[in-house]
């Protein structure tokens, strides 16, 4: 399943039926998704009223889910794959299945976007970032990650992390990476100030998960999960994170 990507065209959505059991395995073709979700989270404050809603673009499985408990808030996660909403409803999500180009919600109804890992699959990157500031409310918090239009993030995202044993080869098409800059000023234009910081897995713990997947120990988990830690570079994977002005 892993080679996916070799007969199918790169970032091509059948993928994720094909790849539908690795979601939530810690050492599967998912790994850094789930290491990615917990750090965009972590930028979700508790939610500020009752019945806040956090609208999840591109929920795929629901990997959010969990990093959300007790923050109060209504999840509704939007993806494209069947296969991932059902897995994501069973994670307590409530599903929609929808683009993130023309998200069938209305105007104004969320207290928190989340864009994970979502922009650099979008041929029209710049139409999802105008959808995820209409759905937020004056005052909602849009966050997200994604991969940077440079070289070093083609290199490393690309043709390094292709020839790791836990990523699914074509699962990217670099000529989608996001320039950072002109999402800050897309998402500016939409009424929504992003900062932008640049990520990465530890490298200590990644390097520990690495070491004890290749020795078989269980399935990966034998120690912490790598942590997604800043980093002085938004050359390659970076969060946004911004408030709608109102």
Not at 12 to 19: A, E, W
Not at 43 to 61: E, T
Not at 72 to 82: A, F, I, K, N, P
Not at 116 to 133: I, K, N, S, T, Y
């Amino acid at each position: 399943m892993r080679d996916a990507g070799r007969t199918l065209p790169r970032n091509d959505p059948r993928q994720y039926d094909d790849l539908a059991g690795e979601w939530w395995r810690p050492d599967g073709a998912f790994a850094m998704l789930h290491w990615l979700a917990r750090a965009r989270a972590a930028m979700v404050p508790p939610a500020a009223r009752p019945d806040a809603l956090l609208v999840d673009l591109g929920c795929g499985a629901g990997l959010l889910a969990p990093h959300l408990t007790g923050k109060g808030y209504r999840h509704v996660g939007v993806d494209l794959t069947r296969s991932a909403l059902h897995q994501a409803a069973a994670h307590g999500v409530t599903v929609v299945n929808g683009d993130a180009t023309a998200v069938p919600l209305v105007d104004g109804c969320a207290d928190v976007v989340a864009a994970g890992e979502l922009l650099e699959h979008v041929p029209d990157w710049r139409a999802a970032v105008a959808e995820a500031c209409r759905l937020l409310r004056p005052g909602g918090l849009l966050v997200l990650d994604t991969l940077n239009d440079t070289a070093l993030s083609r290199l490393v995202a690309v043709r390094i992390a292709e020839r790791l044993p836990t990523v699914p080869r074509g699962i990217h098409d670099p000529r989608l990476f996001v320039d950072a800059r002109a999402l800050v000023a897309e998402a500016r234009r939409h009424g929504v100030d992003l900062r932008l910081r640049g990520v990465r897995p530890g490298v200590g713990g990644l390097l520990a998960w690495l070491v004890r997947r290749a020795r078989g120990v269980g399935d990966g988990t034998g120690g912490p999960a790598p942590r997604i830690v800043p980093t002085w570079s938004t050359a390659v994977l970076y969060q946004g994170r911004g408030v709608r002005r109102g």
